[in-house]
């Protein structure tokens, strides 16, 4: 058996719609209740998956009037107003109507008629999301829109998840919050760095491509086997273009980033996915600090760079470029 002091203590929770799984070095029931807590207030906050939330309000309210929201969930749908509006943006806070229409992932298989995702996209526009700083307060302009989180809350909260386990004392952990994963410190003993499996795309639950070894950083992956439906051998998956309204369609089945924090994780799988490998691959030759994982159609694996992280290919019907 192993000595107490090499443990890894593991706990799980089902939240978000997502399997959570928190790894700490000591038995500390305490701090995973802390976590679990945590994660479960941000939930009420932001969900979307349930009639209400703070986020909720803002949509209920769409058309009518503004709705006053904490400090917090302000800073973020501001984040990700400005996110949206960036030139060429695959990222859209108000992508609501559409996401609902599709019901990607949740009982929906069924592709709507192109009439209706036209009716839809007038209703999805950023600029439409209008901040007021002063009051706290967000209003959607139109009725019938919606903002959805659902591409970087994930992102955000486990970023104070990782606040929190500072202030608890734990400088060794993992969180990962259904694809979401984020490390803090390094591992206590054994490995030196945490080996954060790749996904195989459309493969069993657990079967990787490779390995990614890193030490403190956020591993985010975005993927379009995550939620989808087929129909007629053609996938409909849940990461949708705001241009057109369906999903996206090019040559990635999955991004991931590995970066310092996970908000910047979640928001640059969206972006860098939506401008496909060769446009991705020159835009983040400027940003240094974000890093990133592509999976093809092709069976390539294309690295941007590797300097926070080391990748080892372990499935040789993939190639590394
Ligand atoms: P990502 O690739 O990061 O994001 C895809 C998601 O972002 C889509 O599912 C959609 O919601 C949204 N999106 C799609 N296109 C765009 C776009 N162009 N721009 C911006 N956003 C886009 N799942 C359940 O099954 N049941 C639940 O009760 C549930 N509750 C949740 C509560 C919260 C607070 C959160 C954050 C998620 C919840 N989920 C739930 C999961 C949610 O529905 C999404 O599936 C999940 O957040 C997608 O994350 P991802 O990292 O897999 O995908
Ligand atoms: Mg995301």
Redesign the pocket.
Known sequence: MMPAEQRVYSYSAV????PILLKLFEDDQHAAAAVFRLIKQ??N??????AQ?QLMAVNHAAGLHPVVVSQSVFDLIKQ?KAV?LLADS????A??P??KRWK???SGNTVPSASEIQSLLPLTRPEHVILDPQTCSVFLQQPGMEI????????Y?ADRVRDELHRLGINHALINL???VLTVGAPLHGATSWAIGLKRPFGETDATIGVIDVVAKSV????VY??YFEIDGKIYH?????KTGYP?DNEILSVTVISDDSIDG?IY??LL??MGVEKALNYLATIPHIEAIFVTKHRQIILSSQRQFKFTLQDDSYQQL
């Open positions: 939240l978000m719609g997502s941000q939930e906050l932001l969900t979307v998956n349930r939330s990700a949206s695959c990222f859209n806070l992508i609501g559409l996401v990607i992932g949740f959805d989180l659902g591409a970087i809350a994930k992102g909260i259904g694809g979401n985010v992956t975005s993927g995550e939620r849940h990461i949708l273009d705001p996206l979640d799988t969206t996915y939506g």
